[in-house]
């Protein structure tokens, strides 16, 4: 299996003589700087033919296209935009996609938080146009929010025992869409019931701006609309009541009250039961080890 400890380990065999060999240039010994400028140097360059060898050891053995849409925001801060689906993707699928035989399909390796609903539907839009919706959605961890939206407009979902999408709260201006209009409905019930708590309430709605309730609502709806236009146009394009089928998986992963929180994990089984197409990555050991070997 190639976990994380092994990748490093590979890696490191690589470019540690790599480094040790540029180490031995007498111009480095009274230049320092210039030193370590040539092991950053090393370190990008092997990085990026180690990260694409792993990716042609993947297409290798399903004979499809690949690209991986993998955000770092486990290891960074939270918070930070970039880190989250945004309109600047689409210039890189574009990069990623140009020179492709789009006829081969898609699999799209994809590790997100999520992010904005809109420049979810531009990206999946542009993806379903290229590829004529053959496209499979690999989950080496977790597709969250508008991953999972993504995700949803695939004809297939694989899955690890450690992987997990997550409910369909999309995000308005970084905050939970469903947490904003739920709270919102609750300070009108509790201040109605109770006129002593208005006091409490205020201080909280009041950092609300002008129409941002509403807007929340508007998200909520669009990708409501979104996904199960997604899953009827594909992954259930041929099931019999494909309306009610992604009604009913729209419904569970858009109710925040049965999700409970925004970043609540479903993993296979619990999709399976929702009812979406998902097959077991282990059930093919090599293609396991080639996809988590490529994500570590």
């Not at 380990?9 to 003589?17: C, G, L």
Request: charged fraction near 25%; include cysteine; proline fraction near 4%.
């Amino acid at each position: 299996m190639g976990d994380f400890t092994k990748i490093e380990k590979e890696f490191n065999s690589i470019v540690t003589p790599k480094i040790q060999q540029a180490a031995k240039n007498p111009t480095f010994t009274i230049a320092p700087a210039q030193m370590q400028n040539e092991i950053n140097n090393i370190l990008r360059r092997e990085s990026t033919l180690f990260r694409f060898q792993k990716m042609k050891d993947v297409c290798e053995i399903t004979k499809r296209n690949l690209i991986c849409y993998v955000s770092p925001w486990l290891q960074r801060p939270t918070g930070e935009p970039a880190l989250s689906i945004n309109d600047n993707d689409m210039n890189g699928f574009m990069n990623a996609i140009s020179g492709l035989d789009c006829k081969k399909g898609l699999d799209l390796l994809l590790h997100t938080p999520g992010g904005g609903v809109t420049a979810t539907e531009s990206i999946v839009k542009y993806l379903r146009e290229k590829f004529h919706n053959d496209i499979r959605v690999i989950v080496p961890h977790m597709a969250m929010s508008a991953g999972t939206m993504i995700a949803c407009a695939s004809k297939q979902i694989i899955m690890g025992k450690e992987s997990s999408l997550g409910p369909i709260d999309p995000q308005y201006m970084g905050v939970p869409a469903q947490g904003v209009v739920l709270e919102f409905s609750r300070a009108m019930k509790e201040t109605i019931q109770s006129p002593d708590k208005s006091l409490i309430w205020r201080e909280i709605i009041q950092q609300y701006r002008p129409t941002f309730v509403g807007e929340c609502e508007n998200a909520i709806a669009l990708a409501k609309d979104l996904a199960t236009n997604w899953l009827t146009t594909c992954m259930f394009k041929n099931a019999k009541n494909k309306e009610n089928k992604a009604h009913s998986v729209i419904s569970e992963l858009l109710d925040h009250s049965a999700s409970k929180f925004h970043d609540r994990h479903y993993d296979y089984e619990a999709c399976k039961k929702l009812g979406l197409n998902v097959i077991r990555l282990e059930r093919d050991q090599n293609l396991q080890d080639k996809v988590l070997s490529l994500y570590h």
